[in-house]
């Protein structure tokens, strides 16, 4: 497990907009993520050495926020926003639609690993409630049969 | 009447997010008024203004500034708060996709006030999209020479800045000031006690000013059109437009520029379509989850900023309206928002950690039907306990939203509580049920 000659660049890019190298730890962390998938602990111990950090102070920050996944998640991860302006447009039965759909709850993956599933705080998109992500991408104003139509295509 | 004519933040101009369009609209050309004022004279521009923070608490943005250490013996840093994470609140992204030139050229001008040597934006990790949205309008104004080193040249003037996005990670918290600037730096993002202020003592222990995107966003259109000019605009002690972004029952949910002061019932009748099916209002929650809630039986009247909300018991916040129809069950709504703040709480301070866990808990028993009528006084006297009892702000938002709650519709959750309990005899099982333990239910 390493990162690319061009990553590591792209990693000293990173450390340059800050006076200390710690604050490269959450950018580095994106990175490993998009990279190894999830953050493991050995992901965790060989970010921690190439950012001279301990490995508990790594570990920590991982465990703070929400977004940096602790256990492999699937290919598309599914995020169901069922905060209170999409609970006011449906939100939980989509969500639970979803969950029965792939036969998963919160934080599980399918056993085929194509897909995860969480519900998630309020995602900035409350005009277009109710509201899924799937990876990196917003879909808004879902209906149960699109969210079929999404899904089935992602198959 | 709404008066929507007025556009500073997102005016009606196609591919304004592009650079080359933006310069052709007056882009940049705030930075050069602002130089050619001394640090002083732009700071009282801003001042005259009566720019407010768009970041909830409406902290006097020239005043925050004036905080800030002249000369230049440390480095001073500047941190765009683009967490946007307030659940109803969805207007800064806007921004960042159409209009991210006015936030870099705000930046600049902040940046120059102040002494900033560098600014970071954060900005929540959910946002990838705005994120590249946004890291191409810099990278473009770097090609430029508008930003970072070349800077000089191209303005011939002396000053100077970097700019750059720090992505978040998933964590309301972060949207705190002090908690942004512990995750910049990479570490659990706690909040800092106050004092010493971020001016004092900010990124890396240097001077730091925090402002919300939009603040930032709106300096460039008052320089534009003059400060005396832009106190005209809404309110005159709040004034200007603001991003509003509504959702919930409405027909037409999205995001409005309007000057301050609209009414609350125009924006969502005239600009938002009214209530699907013709519904009545139940409630609206005025500025994002945090603000207490109005009924809807009280929005006769309401003007949509600080000094007018204030009278009704409640704030602009980040200006998140969400409109509740006459079905929606208040009860529950109350309980996904106090199991946001319990879920969003940091952990540190006691009042807030565990008073959030008992406001979920009682919330849960309320909805569930195994609660009493003096449950819902409990609860409210949980509320009262956290309130300004905590390092930050968050305690204080999950009471005040809690509480709007329970107060703002007690005869809905008398609906579904039991008759109000009295003992006779000493009351253990009264007592006890004040511990955590025994106010759990399994759901
Ligand atoms: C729990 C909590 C969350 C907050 N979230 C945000 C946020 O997402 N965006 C924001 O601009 N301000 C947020 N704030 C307010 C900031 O602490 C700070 O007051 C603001 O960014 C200052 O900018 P302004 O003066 O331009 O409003 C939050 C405050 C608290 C207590
Ligand atoms: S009030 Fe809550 S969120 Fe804020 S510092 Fe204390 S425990 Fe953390
Ligand atoms: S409540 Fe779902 S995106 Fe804001």
């Known amino acids: 497990m390493e990162f690319s000659l061009e990553e590591l660049k792209n990693i000293d890019e990173i450390k340059s907009h800050y006076p200390e190298t710690k604050a490269a730890l959450m950018p580095v962390l994106w990175l490993a993520q998009k990279k190894f998938g999830w953050i493991s602990n050995e992901v965790i111990e060989y970010v921690a050495s190439l950012l001279n950090l301990s490995e508990s102070h790594v570990k920590g920050v991982v465990s703070f926020y929400t977004m940096y996944f602790k256990k492999p998640m699937g290919k598309y991860h599914i995020q169901v926003c069922t905060n209170v302006s999409c609970m006011l447009n449906e939100g939980e039965l989509i969500f639970e639609h979803i969950s029965e759909k792939l036969g998963i709850k919160d934080m599980e993956r399918s056993a085929d690993g194509k897909f995860s599933l969480e519900e998630v705080e309020c995602i900035g998109a409350c005009g277009g409630a109710p509201v899924i992500a799937i990876n990196e991408d917003y879909y808004e104003k879902v209906s149960i049969a699109q969210v079929d139509e999404i899904i089935d295509r992602l198959k | ?443």
Request: hydrophobic share 35%.
């Open chain 2, 1 to 443: 009447m709404i008066d929507n004519s007025i556009k500073l933040i997102l005016p009606d101009i196609p591919n304004l997010s592009d650079l080359e369009v933006y310069r052709k609209n007056k882009g940049y050309e705030s930075y050069r008024k602002a130089i050619s004022m001394t640090q002083d004279e732009l700071i009282n521009e801003v001042k005259k203004s009566g720019l407010r923070g768009r970041g909830g608490a409406c902290f006097p943005t020239g005043l925050k500034w004036t905080f800030m250490p002249k000369g230049n013996e440390k480095p001073k840093y500047l941190a765009v708060n683009g967490d946007e994470s307030e659940p109803g609140s969805f207007k800064d992204r806007q921004i960042f996709e159409y209009n991210p030139h006015q936030l870099i050229e705000g930046i600049m001008i902040a940046g120059y006030a102040m002494g900033i040597k560098a600014a970071y934006i954060y900005i929540r990790g959910e946002y990838h999209k705005w994120i590249n949205l946004l890291q191409k309008a810099i990278d473009d104004a770097y090609s430029a020479g508008l930003i970072g080193p070349k800077m000089k040249e191209t303005f011939n003037h002396r000053y100077s800045i970097d700019i750059y996005i720090h992505k978040g990670a998933g964590a309301y918290i972060c949207g705190e000031e002090t908690s942004l600037m512990e995750s910049i730096e990479g570490n659990r993002a706690y909040p800092r006690f106050k004092p010493p202020f971020p001016a004092q003592n900010g990124l890396w222990g240097m001077p730091t000013t925090v402002n919300n995107a939009e603040t930032i966003a709106t300096v460039p259109a008052i320089l534009r059109i003059g400060a005396e000019e832009y106190a005209k605009i809404g309110e005159p002690k709040h004034p200007g437009t603001l991003l509003f972004g509504v959702s919930g029952h409405v027909n037409k949910p999205g995001v409005y520029e309007l000057p301050t002061g609209t009414l609350l019932k125009d924006i969502i009748y005239e600009l938002c379509g009214g209530v699907p099916n013709n519904k009545k209002i139940k409630g609206v929650i005025p500025g994002g989850s945090s603000m207490p809630v109005l009924r809807g039986d009280e929005l006769e009247g309401v003007k949509m900023d600080e000094e007018s909300l204030k009278q009704y018991g409640t704030h602009i916040g980040t200006a998140g309206i969400v409109v509740m129809d006459e079905d929606t069950d208040v009860v529950k709504v109350a309980l996904r928002i106090a199991h946001f703040y319990h879920h969003e709480s940091c952990g540190q301070c006691t009042p807030c950690r565990e008073g959030n866990g008992w406001m979920e808990n009682i919330l849960k028993r309320i909805k569930l039907g195994e609660a009493t009528s003096n449950d819902i006084d409990l609860l409210i006297s949980v509320a009262n306990n956290i309130e300004s009892r905590t390092v930050c702000a968050l305690g204080d938002a999950a009471a005040w939203a809690v509480r709007g709650f329970a107060t703002k519709f007690r005869e809905d959750f008398e609906k579904v509580v039991k008759p109000k309990r009295t003992f006779v005899s000493p009351n253990i099982a009264h007592s006890k049920r004040n511990s955590p333990e025994t106010l759990l239910v399994s759901a």
